[in-house]
């Protein structure tokens, strides 16, 4: 076995349970035309199961004293790239491909929304992603309206995606283990996807949901909330309204309107 150390600055807690990995890298069915994509490799521990895949496989990982262990995977269908994830322009990296493009990874914590942001943001058409992350952060993923998981990237994501929570992962399959559970989380691309400005509707979502407590039109000040008031009575809903009140849908209906 190797003797590289986990970096905790990387976020390094290297899954070691065979069968969490293989029902991880089975969630979507793949065909030679596909390509999936991991975020942090690590030793390899996904990477072994992925390519055995008919897919392709690209993967991005920053800590280069792993270039040995990973380079001993690197075929005609995978392929590596050592840098960091975040700094990549995704669309030059992988363009337009003739199959789908999946992200299937267990990534690193710390930098989880800066990873999904950067890959919705990136102009790539992904039509699903499975990714492991900290059991928290998958409630708030797939949070439902007025409850206290329920927040700015909930409702960004569920723009783009109908979002299921697949399983909890105990902190006793990692090496070494973190200090939460976690969560296998499932996101499939929505069919029909109303195309908006990623940073404008970003931003405004993050404005709506700056102060929990206060009302949208308060948090919404800088906007002209009156435009608004015709869709709250369309829906019967209260001028008084909160951000964690409004549906995923509607938020929509209100960005098209305000921005
Ligand atoms: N996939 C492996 C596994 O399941 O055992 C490792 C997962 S570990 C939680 C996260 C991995 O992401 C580490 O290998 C770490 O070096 C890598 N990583 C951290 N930050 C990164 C970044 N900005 N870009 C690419 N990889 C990164």
């Not at 960091?84 to 267990?106: M, Q, S």
């Not at 992350?133 to 007025?146: C, G, H, I, M, Y």
């Not at 949901?209 to 002209?224: A, C, E, M, V």
């Not at 309204?241 to 305000?258: G, P, Q």
């Amino acid at each position: 076995m190797d003797r590289i150390f986990a970096k905790k600055s990387l976020g390094q807690n290297f899954l070691k349970d065979e069968a969490v990995l293989k029902k991880i890298a089975d969630t979507f069915a793949v065909t030679e035309k596909d390509l999936i994509v991991e975020i942090g490799p690590g030793k390899g521990a996904l990477t072994k199961y992925l390519i055995q895949k008919k897919s392709s496989t690209l993967c991005y990982e920053l800590d280069t004293r792993l270039k040995n262990i990973l380079l001993s995977f690197d075929s005609e269908k995978c392929h590596f790239i050592f840098d960091d994830f975040l700094k990549r322009d995704l669309f030059k990296d992988i363009g337009n491909i003739d199959g789908n493009v999946y992200f299937i990874a267990n990534i690193p914590y710390y930098i989880t929304t800066p990873i999904i942001t950067h890959i919705l943001n990136s102009g790539l058409d992904v039509s699903g992603m499975t990714l492991l992350v900290q059991k928290e952060v998958a409630l708030r993923f797939s949070a439902v309206p007025n409850t206290r998981d329920y927040g700015y990237f909930t409702v960004l994501l569920h723009h783009f995606f109908d979002v299921f929570l697949l399983f909890d992962v105990p902190n006793t399959s990692f090496d070494p283990p973190p200090k939460v559970t976690s969560s296998v989380v499932k996101l499939i691309r929505k069919k029909h996807i109303e195309i908006i400005d990623f940073s404008l509707f970003d931003s405004f979502l993050k404005r709506a949901f700056s102060q929990k407590r206060k009302t949208l039109r308060n948090n919404l000040g800088i906007h002209d909330f009156e435009k608004i008031i015709p869709i709250l009575e369309k829906y019967d809903l209260p001028l008084t309204i909160r951000a964690e009140e409004v549906s995923y849908e509607l938020f929509v209906e209100f960005f098209r309107k305000l921005v």
